[in-house]
């Protein structure tokens, strides 16, 4: 655990358009394990909105329970954050979300959290298209409570107690596309350079979207045999395209290096750039999103990056065409009918 | 021969579901309201869709009461698989109206009740041809035989139909000849009017007839909610089948043509609940309906919200428990698991509805409470109140009136701030300042959490600013006693020795038992509980007398175990009067059980 963070910055920060520096959009000091890759996920979320300029107070950080769901709390501390109950992350943020449709919607998961006991509430929350970010951070195992296997978990993987997992994983990127989910990636804590630019597509998509991070648990599945080590994952690990996320109206300055770039054109102008490395696969397309999936799977490969996505969708608020006002901010004299018109309904019961 | 009840008895149908007689019932019951005389319809209907028994019951009186009573005084029988049942609740000198399309069993035959006998099936094959118009007029020639029996104004039944298909035109004109059917065959075959029957009157007055869920439903569309999610459970789900009606009239924003309001049916109750917290967070108005079943589910986010202290307005449409018990059935068993829901120390704002004028006034102050206080609020109806018609009071509505948000911070309030701490006591009451999200750049924000923190709002595992917290939450619990409704009492003084306490739908039948008490000669002091926790005059009527009976629709005495818990009261001094057949509670029944209460 690293208790004590230093206070010192270098006085020559890069500042965003907003003229925040990163450490703006960093939290209260972490108490995960030293080296757990969730804190290294946090780091690529305060990243993300430093370089979307972000107003923090305009972002709504929820979480449900497990080492995942306590990081809310270590990025973005002018927002406001809710660490609600087991696996019911999803319904909250539905009600909020409901309630100002104006914030940005950021979840924070466990495989236990969103696998098992929130597998309901995933599941609808996709088919609702609620528009938010769903990040699972994604170790297949059980921290809090000592290192239990979790639903996702491989098939053989080996925990540090000598366990070997006999039952079947829960893969949730394939799921969450055969669900309805309109912006679906993967990705490895460990890799930044992948992590930052989808997490900004991923906050900039206008329905929900959905990453699913594999983030190793330092202390209790990062042993040999486990497939969700460090070591396994890098070893594992093949990328869709490198991704860039370039915002409406800012200037291309990123060098490709082989394949062909795809360009996806976002809601709002901006836009994707994918390199694309893996063959036969197109990101609009479903199918082939989860046949490249199960075709890495078949040699054991974990395929990271951008899977699929539909910018051209409608997001709950459009489903059931509520005011562009927030909700939140009706008055009564938005809301109430008044007397005159219960005097008529009260005729209606005479 | 009977005495000649003018105004004053029990109808009952017996029907099969599934067979369109809820219309002709309701159209039947609403003839006699339009007469001036106020009526109590009750359906006891199964849980199923076809097929299966059910029963209306419409209790005609004069003189208001508007509980049940025991006994049926007119048995229309179209139910062969229930005959023998309902042959046997018919009153002695009472009458029973049956089909005879097909003659009447022996064993149905008794010597001191009267038989009518109408070709109901037959009148309706020979005047219509399709099948299922066929089913449904028969029904409605047993409506046009009873307005001649009971002399009910035939120009009535004939606007009331005008109404019901207004737009449908065309359907007006067989069902008046499908009453005229029934009305001709009693002119010919029998003498009419009965001594049992209705004269006009003018005892209705301003009153309106309408079901609680219906005005709760309102009470959430007036009181400002604007989010809705729900799990669809009897006896709930006409709550927001209403609540969709209506906003979808009174809450279309005129310029866009957009929705003020969002309606989400949930995966489940616990998905529901946590929406309604979640938009409640957000600054929303929002609530939820759900029965017994559902409320077991939603007790862990209920705990999150009165920990985390976030407003929550749930109505709870109680039924017939435990577990799926008699789902059409009702009861008002979930007092305990209401007031206590969920693990560890909680407690809940209860309101108890009586009728649906107060159905609606309730839900609408119930956003008021819930925000206030920052904590759930339940609002303790029942299937009865629920689901059937109710004469009521007309809904009222002060335009003045203003939504009260409680303590929210505003940016501006914020800027003026030293110190923000979301669980400070500021203002010595126990209740905290909350801020919406999205409020200020800079100051405000904290992560609501179901952990235990400290004032302001970070995780702590220390038991001094644990404890801290939760004597805080006591200290807001005594504000809440100060500012949740009043009891009604029956009377200046409490000066008789023995009263007696009611809440909800046993009001009805309590008050008229206590008519008949009093007419016996007996005195009793009495209190009709609105709201929990108790405050002052709720103990100083209970400190007052040397018995109280506690009238409630339940097996355990949940009511007066909650008197024991909150109050420290001697067990030996409250008195249960119990219901818990699923029926609602009668005056009959409360008059035996307080008469034998007296007594020992």
């Not at chain 2, 006998?117 to 029904?139: C, H, V, Y």
């Amino acid at each position: 655990m690293s208790y004590v963070r230093s206070t010192f910055r270098h006085p020559n920060l890069p500042r965003n358009d907003l003229g925040f520096t990163v450490d703006y959009y960093e939290g209260s000091l972490s108490t995960l394990c030293a080296g757990c890759g969730h804190d290294s996920i946090t780091a690529s979320i305060a990243q993300a909105c430093f370089e979307l300029n972000i107003e923090p107070h305009k972002v709504a950080k929820l979480s449900g329970i497990g080492c995942s769901s306590k990081t809310p709390a270590y990025f973005l501390s002018n927002s406001h954050g809710f660490n609600s109950v087991h696996g019911r992350m999803p319904s909250i943020a539905t009600g909020a979300n409901l309630a100002n449709r104006d914030l940005i919607y950021l979840g924070i998961s466990g495989d236990g959290d969103t696998a098992s006991i929130g597998m309901g509430q995933f599941v609808h929350v996709i088919r609702r298209n609620l528009n938010m970010v769903y990040i699972v951070m994604n170790n297949g195992c059980y921290g809090l409570t000592k290192g239990q296997d979790s639903a996702t978990a491989d098939v053989g993987s080996k925990n540090k107690s000598g366990n070997i997992n006999i039952y079947e994983t829960i893969d949730l990127a394939s799921l969450a596309i055969e669900l309805g989910a309109t912006f679906v990636g993967q990705s490895f804590s460990g890799d930044k350079d992948q992590l930052t630019p989808l997490i900004k597509a991923a906050m900039n998509h206008p329905g929900f979207a959905f990453l699913n991070i594999i983030s190793p648990c330092v202390t209790f599945n990062n042993n040999a045999g486990s497939t969700k080590s460090y070591d396994y994952v890098r070893e594992h690990i093949e990328a869709t395209a490198t991704v860039d996320f370039v915002p409406i109206r800012k200037e291309i300055k990123t060098e490709y290096e082989k394949g062909t770039i795809q360009v996806i054109k976002m809601h709002d102008g901006s836009e994707m750039r994918l390199n694309k490395l893996a063959e036969d696969w197109d990101p609009s397309d479903k199918f082939s999103a989860i046949n490249a999936m199960q075709n890495a799977k078949s040699r054991d490969e974990i395929l990271t990056g951008l899977l699929y996505m539909n910018p051209e969708c409608d997001d709950l608020h459009e489903l059931l065409e509520t005011n562009e006002k927030p909700l939140n901010s009706l008055s009564k004299a938005d809301l109430c009918p008044g007397a005159e018109v219960l005097k008529e309904i009260n005729e209606s019961f005479g | 021969m009977n005495k000649a009840k003018i105004n004053d008895f029990v109808i009952r149908f017996a029907n099969v579901n599934g067979t369109g007689s809820a219309s002709a019932n309701a159209l039947f019951m609403k003839s006699i309201f339009r007469m001036g005389i106020p009526v109590t319809p009750k359906n006891i209907f199964p849980s199923n869709i076809q097929g299966l028994p059910t029963w209306y019951e419409v209790r005609v009186s004069e003189k208001g009461y508007l509980g049940r009573r025991e006994g049926i005084d007119f048995m229309v029988c179209v139910n062969p698989q229930s005959m023998s049942e309902d042959v046997e609740s018919v009153r002695k000198g009472g009458y029973f109206l049956y089909d005879n399309s097909k003659p009447l069993h022996e064993q149905y035959i008794r010597e001191d009740i009267n038989y009518i006998g109408i070709p109901l099936m037959e009148l309706s094959n020979n005047a219509f041809t399709d099948p299922r118009l066929r089913q449904l007029f028969k029904n409605i020639i047993y409506v046009g035989a009873l307005s001649a029996f009971l002399d009910i104004e035939f120009d009535v039944l004939v606007s009331m139909l005008g109404e019901q298909f207004k737009g449908k035109e065309k359907l007006i004109e067989p069902n008046i000849k499908a009453l005229k059917l029934g009305v001709d065959y009693v002119h010919k075959n029998f003498e009419y009017p009965l001594d049992i029957r209705v004269e006009r009157r003018d005892a209705v007055g301003e009153k309106i007839m309408l079901d609680g869920n219906t005005a709760c439903a309102l009470g959430a569309i007036y009181g400002g909610a604007t989010v809705a999610a729900w799990y669809p459970i009897t006896p709930s789900t006409s709550v927001v089948d209403a609540f969709t009606k209506y906003a979808k009239t009174l809450r279309v924003d005129k310029e866009t043509g957009k929705n003020n309001f969002a309606i989400v049916q949930a995966e489940d109750e616990l998905a529901a609940i946590g929406m309604v917290i979640g938009a409640n967070w957000n600054g929303a108005r929002s609530f939820t309906a759900t029965s017994g079943p559902g409320v077991s589910l939603m007790n862990e986010f209920l705990g999150l919200a009165y920990f985390a202290e976030i407003p929550t307005v749930l109505i709870n449409v109680q039924r017939t428990g435990p577990s799926t018990g008699m789902p059409t059935r009702t009861q008002q068993s979930d007092i305990l698991e209401a007031a206590y829901a969920s693990h560890g120390d909680t407690k809940h704002i209860l309101l108890f509805p009586a009728s649906p004028d107060e159905c609606f006034e309730m839900t609408a102050e119930s956003f008021d409470l819930a925000e206030q206080f920052q904590t759930p609020v339940i609002l303790m109806t029942d299937l009865d109140l629920g689901m059937n018609d109710h004469v009521s009071d007309p809904l009222k509505w002060d335009d003045k009136r203003q939504y009260d948000h409680g303590k929210v911070l505003s940016a501006e309030e914020l800027d003026k701030l030293e110190n923000y701490g979301r669980y400070q006591d500021t203002d010595g009451d126990g209740v905290p300042y909350r801020t919406i999200p999205g409020t200020h750049e800079t100051k405000g924000a904290f992560v609501t959490r179901g952990t235990s923190r400290n004032e302001q709002a970070v995780y702590t595992e220390d038991g001094d600013a644990y404890k801290r917290n939760v004597d805080r939450l006591i200290k807001k619990w005594n504000t809440v006693k100060t500012r949740v409704p009043e009891p009604e009492f029956f009377q200046e003084k409490n000066e008789s020795k023995n009263g007696v306490l009611f809440f909800g739908t046993s009001a009805y039948a309590a008050e008229e038992a206590i008519e008949l008490i009093e007419a016996e000669g007996l005195e009793l002091d009495a209190m009709r509980v609105k709201a929990f926790p108790f405050g002052r005059s709720f103990e100083d009527f209970i400190d007052s007398h040397e018995k109280v009976f506690v009238i409630e629709q339940n097996r355990d005495a949940q009511f007066r175990s909650l008197m024991l818990i909150e109050l420290g009261t001697n067990p030996e001094k409250l008195i249960s009067v119990l219901n818990y057949d699923g029926t609602p509670i009668t005056a009959d029944n409360i008059l035996n059980q307080i008469k034998s209460g007296l007594e020992e």
